[in-house]
């Protein structure tokens, strides 16, 4: 009797490790945006957004299926090849966007996203998903930073739409002031203006596209 409930106890137990698995596979990192709760952050069409701490070392299956699913049979490459894409990421940055604390599109800005974005889409036989991302530079608290981000992406959207996306493509997001532009230094004992001037390239939008060429 004594055997039977160790034998019981131990194929228990063997059971609850293989059902943990998946989830501490999927356990959420800083190399995305989680919310409140520490689960990863998705937008409408499913995606998550990486964050600077990202590297491909770090991708999760849920958000990066292709950078971890197991390596294709060697006839795969080809045939993938043979599908032309029309992806391209633009960024619009420092004030050739929006002015310090302002989210309303300057005219340089316009002619960006003309040039850059809708003229491009023009080259796509079918676009799958547009994804604005507006940031903002870290003055301020995160609340306002977060509002200010989104207001950014939705100006962007707007225009967009203006022009002839299709709405269904398009999705927003405001990253606030969690994602500053790399590389960027800024000394916060500087004079405000020169402060200002310094953080711009943190002040942006990132349109990401994805969709087939023609």
Same mark, same amino acid.
């Given at each position: 009797? @004594? @055997? +039977? ?16 698995? =998946? !989830? ?6 800083? !190399? ?10 998705? *937008? #409408?069409? #499913? ?11 770090? !991708?999760? /299956? ?6 971890? @699913?197991?390596? =294709?049979?060697?006839? /795969? ?24 604390? @302002?989210?309303?599109?300057? $005219?340089?800005? +316009?002619?960006?996203?003309? %040039? ?8 796509? &036989?079918?676009? *799958?998903?547009?994804?604005?991302? $507006? ?13 200010? %981000? ?13 022009? $002839?996306? =299709? ?11 969690? +994602?500053?532009?790399? #590389?960027?230094?800024?000394?916060? *004992?500087?004079?405000? +203006?020169?402060?200002? &001037? ?12 994805? #969709?087939?060429?023609?």
């Amino acid at each position: 009797m @004594k @055997k +039977q409930n160790l034998t019981t106890t131990i194929i228990a137990a063997l059971g609850a490790v293989a059902c943990a698995a =998946p !989830a501490l596979a999927q356990t959420p990192t800083a !190399a995305y945006l989680t919310d409140t709760r520490n689960v990863v952050a998705k *937008s #409408g069409f #499913g995606l998550c957004w990486r964050t600077s701490a990202w590297t491909p070392a770090a !991708a999760l /299956a849920e958000c990066d299926p292709d950078l971890t @699913k197991a390596a =294709p049979a060697a006839a /795969a490459p080809a045939a993938a090849a043979a599908a032309k894409k029309c992806d391209f990421t633009v960024t619009l940055q420092s004030d050739e966007l929006f002015t310090f604390n @302002k989210a309303a599109l300057t $005219g340089a800005a +316009q002619k960006r996203l003309d %040039s850059d974005v809708v003229a491009k889409l023009g080259s796509c &036989a079918s676009v *799958s998903m547009i994804m604005i991302t $507006g940031h903002t530079d870290r003055l301020g608290s995160q609340a306002y930073n977060q509002k200010l %981000s989104e207001k950014r992406a939705d100006a962007v959207k707007a225009y967009l739409l203006k022009k $002839g996306v =299709p709405a269904d493509t398009v999705d927003t997001m405001g990253a606030g002031k969690t +994602q500053p532009a790399q #590389g960027v230094k800024c000394d916060d *004992s500087l004079p405000r +203006q020169k402060l200002i &001037a310094c953080l711009a390239p943190s002040r942006r939008v990132v349109v990401e596209v994805k #969709g087939s060429a023609k």
